[in-house]
């Protein structure tokens, strides 16, 4: 079975400071991918990430990037220099790859950006 | 303007209406898929639909009854429901047959049951 933890319910930091969002996940396939997502308070989840389980390189997009980290089954995801807009709920997801469209998702860490 | 758009954005009904939730997704999609947000828990996924057939229910009490009549339009038919089915349900599409996929979600209805 598939699991996503993210142990960090709630974060609040000030504005212009890096934050750290955890992801821990638990699966038998080999194969597999990660996501990321982001609520915002209008509701619709918004899709930032996906990485597939054979490429362990590190992402960076602008002032986002996502350290994956296979060997301890880890996907953490880094806003730096966070803004008060990057306030919102952070979803971990991961995913079979072939023949199964289920996402199974972490209950979510809320972020808050404090101006 | 978002590709999945949901119908009504907030639902309050008692516990012997009944209702319908409606998806519509603009992207060209070919699956479609309900999920329900309850409070401090994961998102929970209640029906897949690919090329409008039904290929996952997970366990989904009888009182949720999804319809897909065509692959841009998707129904949650809701009757008899209980207090604890109040939650924010997401409708999620995706283009099945190209990997890695993305879902694309829609904004939610919030729904009350009193």
């Known amino acids: 079975a598939q699991k996503v933890t993210q142990a960090q319910t709630e974060i609040s930091v000030v504005e212009k400071e890096d934050v750290t969002l955890d992801c821990v996940y638990e699966t038998r396939d080999t194969t597999y991918y990660l996501f990321w997502y982001k609520q915002p308070p209008s509701g619709e989840l918004v899709f930032l990430i996906r990485r597939n389980s054979f490429d362990e390189q590190n992402e960076i997009s602008g002032r986002y990037s996502w350290n994956f980290q296979k060997s301890t089954s880890s996907f953490n995801f880094t806003i730096t220099a966070s803004q008060v807009v990057d306030s919102a709920v952070y979803f971990c997801?991961?995913?079979?790859?072939?023949?199964?469209?289920?996402?199974?998702f972490g209950t979510g860490t809320r972020l808050t950006i404090i101006p | 303007e978002t590709g999945v758009t949901q119908t009504p954005r907030h639902l309050v009904m008692g516990m012997t209406n009944k209702k319908s939730l409606k998806c519509e997704q603009h992207?060209?999609?070919?699956?479609m898929y309900w999920y329900k947000q309850s409070a401090k828990k994961p998102l929970e996924l209640m029906f897949v639909y690919n090329f409008k057939e039904q290929t996952e229910n997970n366990s989904v009490p009888s009182r949720f009854s999804p319809e897909c009549p065509n692959s841009s339009h998707l129904f949650l038919h809701l009757h008899t429901l209980q207090p604890e089915d109040s939650a924010l349900y997401l409708c999620?599409?995706?283009?099945?047959?190209?990997?890695?996929?993305?879902?694309?979600f829609g904004p939610g209805t919030r729904l009350t049951v009193t």
């Open positions: 992207l060209g999609h070919n699956a």
């Open positions: 997801a991961l995913s079979e790859v072939f023949g199964n469209e289920k996402l199974t």
């Open positions: 999620a599409s995706s283009q099945e047959g190209t990997s890695p996929y993305e879902q694309y």
